[in-house]
């Protein structure tokens, strides 16, 4: 399995801090941030903005609260159907 592959695994099973997932993984953030940019070019996950449809959706919505974005940059990101599609 690639890293992007194990990212993906890592973001589905609910890990979505960055830092964590470089931790896991034995790679560094930037690392991440690449990978979770390749993946967005890929069509596997999507950038969202607090407020917006996707959060109105998010299973987590009632005990987020906007808890994904990151303080540097508001960054977050969603899942999209394709990424529940991947096969392995």
């Known amino acids: 399995m ?3 592959e194990e990212v993906l ?6 890990v979505w801090d960055e830092r964590e997932i470089a931790e896991r993984l034995g790679i560094s953030r930037e690392e991440v941030e690449d990978i979770i940019r390749i993946l967005e ?3 596997y996950v999507e950038r969202v903005e607090f407020g917006s449809s996707s959060c109105e959706t998010c ?3 009632r005990i987020c609260h ?6 540097t940059g ?3 990101f969603s ?3 394709k990424a529940f ?3 392995k």
Do not use: F, H, Q, Y
């Not at 695994?9 to 609910?14: H, R």
């Not at 906007?66 to 303080?71: D, E, I």
């Open 9 to 14: 695994d890592l973001i589905k099973s609910g």
């Open 79 to 81: 899942l999209t159907e």
């Open 74 to 76: 508001n960054r977050a």
């Open 59 to 61: 299973p987590l919505k």
């Open 85 to 87: 599609t991947l096969k």
């Open 41 to 43: 070019s890929l069509g």
């Open 2 to 4: 690639g890293r992007m």
């Open 66 to 71: 906007g808890s994904c974005l990151r303080p």
